[in-house]
């Protein structure tokens, strides 16, 4: 059943980036645009291109597009989180860094005596101590990396991207989750607060299966156009939200609603702790009439251009947009791997690091209760029951 409630207040409306639509679909790069004819072939063969500044970085850093030092060391399959803080010898690689650029392990034994040889070099450069050693090798050993029935898919290299989905949690998430798991991605979920309290075991799902899960805001309001209350409201709504959802944050994060945030907005959320995470990969994938194979070739353009934070929308918070994302999002992940770049999350600075995906082996989920909508823009019918327009 199909309802309208009434909002406490009405968010302003996709104003920003509906005004670059007709930008986006008129100066499509040649190269992208022969790609889209063909959504079976990988449309761009130049993803390792890199920008200057990841040129500089990665001559900074010995393990560019690694691990953070701010997270724990931990194996999977399955998932063993000893508990320890992941250690870093000085030069931009931590311990998981060293471990894991010896992959693929040959057999499980193989990966066992790297754990070993590894915590005893940082046990002796006084990284560890004799007891973290010991916890990290027998966490080592009662994983099955390695072993025969590791399916694992290499995640070890130079260059990644991040792959971020805003809106939800929506009535597509639960596809966006399955494709997720067959192809062993990590992603960023950005979430509505209010779509987070209509279906929190949705919002719990994507954190118990290896996610990051930040804020967007409660009812997706442009944050340059609300006052300061306004803007603390939104922020604490949702982090209670997800607090209700039992969402394990490492760190609090946020994405402003259309990337909207000018200097006093940012100044705000930064007086408020979060760390805010932007985006550069903007495939106009809200809008309803936008097809896979363009979603697909918007994409390898940018990512050809040297950006790698992806920013989608597995159902948007005004439109009927997402099926044409589903279609796409698995030609997406195999071009970007075929390329040979890596998937990565984010750290509290807003840097793209390493992760891996280890399935929770649990049911994926799908939505029970209606789905929040603001009023709908850009036409397309109606979104997918059940759902709700908020006005």
Known sequence: ????????????????????????????????????????????????????????????????????????????????????????????????????????????????????????????????????????????ARSRVGGPHDRSVQNTCADRVALTFDDGPSFYRGQTLAILRDKQVTATFFDVGMRVDANPHLAAFERQEGHLVLNHTYEHPNLNEVTVPRLREEMNRTEEALDRAGVERPFAGMRPPFLAANEQVRAELTRLGFTVVSGDI?????????????????????????????????????????????????????????AGLCFGTFDSTGAIVADRYVSSGEPIPTVVDAVPYLPLLFGGGLPPEPYVIVD
């Not at 950006?307 to 997402?322: E, K, Q, S, Y």
């Open 282 to 338: 903007d495939a106009s994938d809200w809008l309803p009439d936008r097809p896979a194979n363009q979603l697909r070739a918007d994409i390898a353009a940018g990512i050809a251009e040297g950006r790698r934070n992806i920013f989608l929308h597995d159902g948007p918070i005004d439109t009927v947009a997402g099926r044409e994302l589903m279609k796409a999002l698995p030609l997406i992940i195999h071009d970007i791997r075929a």
């Open 1 to 140: 059943m199909t309802r309208t409630l009434k909002a406490r207040t009405r968010p302003g409306k996709r104003t920003l980036l509906a005004a670059l639509t007709a930008t986006a679909l008129t100066t499509l790069p040649a190269t992208a645009s022969a790609s889209a004819e063909n959504t079976t072939t990988t449309p761009m063969t130049t993803y390792a291109q890199t920008s200057a500044s990841q040129a500089a970085q990665v001559g900074a850093d010995a393990c560019p597009g690694g691990w953070s030092g701010e997270g724990t060391v931990w194996f999977g399959p399955p998932r063993i989180d000893t508990g320890i803080r992941n250690p870093d010898r000085g030069d931009g690689c931590t311990l998981l860094d060293v471990v894991w650029q010896e992959e693929p392990f040959a057999t499980h034994g193989a990966f066992v005596s790297t754990v070993g040889r590894v915590t005893r070099a940082f046990h002796a450069s006084d990284l560890l101590s004799a007891r973290e050693a010991g916890e990290i090798r027998a966490a080592a």
